[in-house]
């Protein structure tokens, strides 16, 4: 099988991927044990408003048509409303709200672990059974260790107002405190960065610096799981053959570095990459739990714990979506960076 | 092969026959190690499993009247385990003997749920069948049937545990910690008279000496078998193993796990106090201790006595680690915010999430070994079913489907159960299959290319025969791998799930819930409250992964990480919890 033949399988596969996961959301919010009406409306729901709701999401119909009709209006992007949270707020509207700040988190604990981790990794596989080896290693597997959870709280203490570093991080430049969320104002204009830099600059990095801490909280596995593979990629591949014929020819050891060692050592990166999205979105209702900072994780559970649950459909369906799409990303990435494939699977 | 050794195809039992003292020797070893412990272990599997359910839930489904239900059911196990051993006796189906010793040891747990005359009853039918198994064993020469007698006997003497308790070594009140200081004649309960916090730590060093006996006991019956009563005086295995005794990152994970189970198993004589009398029902509990201002002993109840010992973040009134409080109690890890103590609280915790991590595990285990078999001898449509289905659980975002799952079903009569605790098991092994399959999906499909496998098929071995003996052995070695890494990823999850509230229930103890308790005092002198819980997390799940890397590279020295990273990466860590 050619290499895009191989692509090509791993997209159709993905569609029933997509549908059979939106099922399982299905039968869980619609054939368990809870009801969706009695979770809107709490203890103290009259039968007039029970049957209302009822009838206004389709329940009263038999499981199969509220199946086809759940399927198709997921499937054209009629994401429904909230009833809970937001009442009569579309779900649609609230994801927009909710999604800016999950995504600058998301982006910066990316970039964090990908610019400490992959660097400190490859630095300890170039440098391999020295004492710096050793620290980055042993630093790593305990890091990854750490709960999310317990780093987060363990951060918000120690930077928060009470803190013992919490008047040194206040006053570390623009001035925020360590819970609540990022102002993300620069964005409804973002040319203005460039444009006005005076003006926007200063709200960007105190943007930056309110979602520091939470970034690095929600890139911590990550960050320890890119070091440890980035470290055995580079030892493995510096002890290939082809390497060795570098050497040999007398190829000067940057270009063998750059050139051989960190285009192949990159390869098995590439899951460990994607997969931080799976990370990121269990992640993301810790980190913005304690942090205070009302993205989708946070919306997420809140609809979970108030009973919302057309919401958390529409939430899981974005999620399937956002997931299975980063698969695909990884599946195309591999496609390029690596030759071999498809022909080795 | 010489006439005197037994041939190379001579079951195990005829060469233990053969050679029967360094078995005796071991057994006779091991008997005393269980011995000394026998009345916990019995009270471990009557207590904590609420065998009552077992006929009080269709009782009441039915109508009925539990008690005559109780005695129904009891009947029909003691007539199975009876049919399950004559089976035995007339065939010698080991299958037949194992259902048999099943179903007493329900009949004997049904009949002391019912209590009175039935305990007395089953307990006496079991010490006959035990009794007639082994005679019939040592009549006929075959040790097997003593072995099973032996087995029935332990069942039976499970029922003798609970009419008259059996004595255990590793108890509170062998060697008891609570006292108070008299000012004239010192530590007036502990054990010799020694302060708390050395009779607490002696009980604790029995505890991990006796656990470690145990330890090196079993290695040693694994070398007895080497040595003695196995053929091949080399297999793969032995290499494995060497491997794995030459891996000190490994062997280091391995220590610390074992000393986890260990916390956890033996999390009543443990702790210093107990989870029923400091946790559960503190106010229905008293206290003796030294009164100053009345010049005399009082009493006052273990609720009572926690309102004054709690650590709120307050520098005057805080039960730090390695501290008494004001009611001579000592408190290794310091208390919580609800003065209860933090070192209880973490060995009950580790119970649950040991509970639930070992559970979730024998299932989703259970369904990747049999799935990736499946999948891997059929291939095709098997395989690409397998793969849809897998790869659609694991497009739903792990931690956010469990709190899902958690929140829908909490309402239900399975979220009672252990405080929710079975429910977690089942949603993680539900959602944790998929990642295992995945580990094991490579290596099973690699065997099954194998021309022994080929061969199988073509004399006509069935399939189930051929998974079993030929494919199975190679695929576990990567299952425990991967078993490892998910346990530290169930118990961050755990954790995190009652940190966000959802999960194991209050007052249940469980680690995530004392990171929750203690986060407001991080920054105060009350630190210990979220700080501990939270390292010793980190070290558990350290040990877990470094055991993992350790077995990885005794069975498979040439693979290094790569492959399945993302599946490992994302089942580590407890799927961002």
Do not use: C
Request: no cysteine.
């Amino acid at each position: 099988m050619s290499r895009w033949g191989y692509f090509l399988r791993r997209l159709l596969l993905a569609v029933p991927v997509v549908i059979f996961g939106t099922t399982i959301t299905f039968l869980i919010l619609r054939a368990g044990p809870l009801d969706p009406v009695s979770a809107i409306l709490g203890p103290t729901g009259s039968p007039q408003a029970y049957n209302r709701i009822q009838e206004n999401l389709g329940l009263n119909k038999p499981l199969w048509e509220q199946y086809i009709d759940f399927m198709v209006s997921l499937f054209t992007f009629d994401l429904g409303q909230s009833w809970v949270i937001n009442p009569d707020t579309d779900a649609y509207d609230l994801i927009l709200l909710f999604a800016p700040r999950t995504i600058w988190l998301g982006f910066w604990s990316v970039l964090i672990a990908l610019f400490v981790g992959i660097p400190l990794g490859f630095y300890a596989g170039l440098h391999p059974n020295t004492p710096s080896d050793y620290l980055a290693s042993f630093g790593g597997i305990v890091w990854r260790a750490m709960p999310n959870f317990w780093l987060a709280i363990i951060l918000v203490g120690a930077l928060g107002l009470s803190g013992p570093f919490g008047g040194a991080w206040i006053n570390l430049g623009p001035q925020t405190n360590i819970i609540g969320p990022p102002d993300l104002g620069f964005f409804s204009d973002p040319l203005r960065l460039l444009t006005a830099p005076g003006d926007t600059w200063p709200d960007f990095l105190a943007a930056l610096k309110k979602i520091a801490p939470a970034a690095v909280v929600l890139g911590s596995a990550s960050m320890g799981n890119e070091m440890r593979i980035g470290r055995t990629a580079v030892l493995e591949t510096i002890n290939s053959n082809y390497v060795e014929t570098a050497r040999a020819k007398g190829v000067p050891r940057r270009s063998i570095v750059w050139k051989h060692v960190f285009r192949n050592a990159l390869i098995p990166l590439v899951p460990i990459i994607t997969g931080e999205a799976f990370l990121l979105i269990g992640g993301s209702v810790i980190v913005e739990t304690v942090f205070g900072i009302n993205g989708l994780g946070y919306l997420f559970f809140q609809a979970i714990t108030q009973g919302d649950l057309p919401l958390v459909g529409s939430l899981m369906f974005i999620f399937i979506l956002l997931l299975v799409v980063v698969n695909i990303l990884q599946d195309f990435l591999y496609t390029i960076i690596d030759p071999r494939v498809g022909y080795e699977r | 092969m010489s006439d005197t050794s037994p041939s190379e195809d001579a079951p195990l039992v005829d060469r233990i026959a053969a050679n029967p003292r360094p078995a005796l020797v071991w057994v006779a070893g091991f008997a005393v190690l269980l011995a000394l412990e026998f009345g916990a272990l019995a009270e471990s599997l009557t207590s904590p499993v609420p065998w009552a359910d077992l006929y009080e839930r269709p009782a009441g489904a039915l109508g009925l009247p539990a008690g005559a239900v109780g005695f129904v059911l009891l009947a029909s196990a003691a007539v199975v385990a009876g049919i399950g051993f004559a089976h035995y006796w007339r065939e010698g189906s080991l299958r037949a003997a194992g259902g048999g010793a099943l179903s007493l040891l329900v009949a004997v747990e049904l009949g002391i749920a019912l209590g009175g005359n039935a305990t007395i009853a089953v307990t006496a039918l079991a010490l006959l069948a035990a009794l007639a198994l082994v005679g019939t064993g040592v009549a006929r020469g075959s040790p097997r049937g003593a072995v099973i007698g032996g087995i029935a006997l332990l069942v039976g003497l499970v029922g003798v545990h609970a009419i008259q308790p059996l004595p255990t070594l590793l108890t509170r009140e062998l060697i008891p910690n609570q006292g108070y200081e008299h000012p004239d004649r010192g530590w007036v309960g502990p054990f010799l008279g020694l302060p708390p916090a050395v009779a607490w730590a002696l009980r604790v060093a029995l505890v991990y000496a006796y656990a470690f006996a145990l330890l090196a006991w079993a290695w040693r019956g694994y070398n007895v078998f080497r040595e003695h009563y196995r053929y091949a005086d080399w297999t793969p295995r032995d290499d494995m193993v060497d491997r794995f005794r030459n891996h000190y990152w490994g062997l280091f994970g391995f220590v610390v796990v074992f000393m986890f189970v260990v916390f956890a198993v033996f999390a009543p004589p443990i702790g210093p106090t107990t989870v029923e009398r400091n946790i559960m029902n503190p106010y229905s509990h008293e206290l003796t201790y030294w009164d100053e201002a009345a010049g005399g002993t009082a009493t006052i109840t273990v609720g009572d006595a926690n309102l004054g010992s709690s650590s709120a973040g307050n520098p005057d009134r805080n039960v730090g680690v390695m501290q008494y409080d004001e009611y001579d109690r000592f408190h290794p890890f310091g208390t919580l915010v609800s003065g209860k103590d933090l070192f209880t609280f973490m060995a009950a915790g580790a119970r649950v999430s040991l509970f639930i991590g070992i559970l979730a595990l024998g299932m989703s285990g259970l369904i990747a070994a049999v799935l990736a078999l499946v999948t891997a001898y059929y291939k095709g449509v098997a395989d690409l079913l397998a793969v849809i289905v897998s790869d659609s659980i694991q497009s739903l975002p792990r931690l956010l489907l469990i709190i899902l799952l958690s929140v829908v079903f909490a309402e239900t009569w399975l979220s009672e159960v252990y405080s929710g605790g079975l429910l977690l098991a089942l949603i993680f092994g539900a959602t944790t299959w998929p990642f295992l399959w995945r580990a094991v999906r490579g290596p099973a499909l690699q065997v099954s290319e194998q021309e022994w496998i080929d061969a199988a098929r073509s004399f006509g071995q069935r399939p189930h025969v051929t998974m079993k003996k030929h494919m199975a052995p190679y695929i576990i070695g990567y299952l425990l791998v991967y078993a490892s890494l998910t346990l530290g990823g169930i118990i961050i999850a755990t954790a995190a799930l009652s940190f966000l509230g959802v999960g194991v229930s209050a007052p249940t103890p469980e680690w995530g819930r004392a990171v929750s308790d203690g986060r407001s005092y991080i920054a105060t002198v009350s630190w210990h409250i979220s700080t501990i819980p939270g390292i010793l997390v980190v070290i558990v799940v350290t040990a877990f992964n470094a055991f993992g890397d350790g077995v990885r590279d005794a069975i498979d020295p040439q693979s290094a990480g790569g492959g399945d990273a993302a599946d490992e990466a994302v089942v580590a860590a407890g799927g961002g919890g």
